[in-house]
């Protein structure tokens, strides 16, 4: 059985729809944020050092991080579905936003909303993070200019990475300044499987 190790509230949410989508049997183990720091609890960290989410495990092996993650499941149980096949210049496309979700894309969203929860007036950080997340929300809506879904027209990996960021763009009310982004974020919306990951997490919420 797997099993991921899952905080509300966070990019864990990312894995429970890709789970969805590949129709596997699996557990949730809830976590909950401390209601004042807003960090994960302790207890993480007896699952892996780092203490964070999401966490899988499956067959006596852990795996950490979201795109490793992803990959992992869709190799093991996507049956060719969810990824292009590889060696293909669709491959490398859907590889690219794979690590551009964790990587490029989330800097800059992490500092604006550590520099909004810090409080204080910024010498650099403040101007960098809004200039950046700019610069990334721009290309991430440039890219699906003319597309259906970010590589090969159907619903991939990527697509589940990349979701993280739109459901934000979504909460906070500034996707409506992203003509493709926000089309985008209606067509996620349409599938099963990301409106029962939102259940899923709710049923967990304290």
Same mark, same amino acid.
């Given at each position: 059985m797997i099993t991921l190790h899952h905080l509300n509230k966070s990019r864990s949410k990312r894995i429970i729809w890709l789970l969805e989508e590949l129709g596997v049997d699996y557990q949730v183990t809830p976590y909950q944020r401390d209601s004042v720091t807003f960090l994960a609890p302790p207890e993480l960290?007896?699952?892996?050092?780092?203490?964070k989410s999401p966490v899988l495990e499956d067959d006596g092996l852990i795996v950490t991080e979201s795109g490793a993650i992803t990959e992992y499941l869709i190799d093991k149980y996507g049956q060719g579905a969810l990824a292009p096949k590889r060696g293909t210049r669709e491959y490398t496309e859907y590889?690219?936003?794979l690590h551009f979700a964790e990587s490029s894309a989330m800097l800059p969203l992490l500092l604006k909303l550590f520099v909004t929860k810090d409080g204080c007036k910024t010498n650099f950080l403040a101007d960098y993070a809004d200039t950046e997340t700019l610069k990334v929300l721009s290309y991430f809506d440039q890219s699906l200019a003319g597309k259906t879904y970010l590589v #090969?027209?159907?619903?991939? #990996?990527?697509?589940i990475m990349m979701s993280f960021i739109i459901e934000n763009l979504v909460n906070n009310g500034s996707i409506v300044h992203f003509t493709n982004l926000e089309r985008y974020a209606k067509l996620l919306a349409t599938h099963d499987a990301f409106n029962k990951a939102d259940q899923v997490e709710d049923s967990y919420s304290s």
């Open positions: 960290k007896s699952i892996h050092p780092l203490g590889s690219q936003w #090969g027209e159907r619903l991939t #990996g990527a697509d």
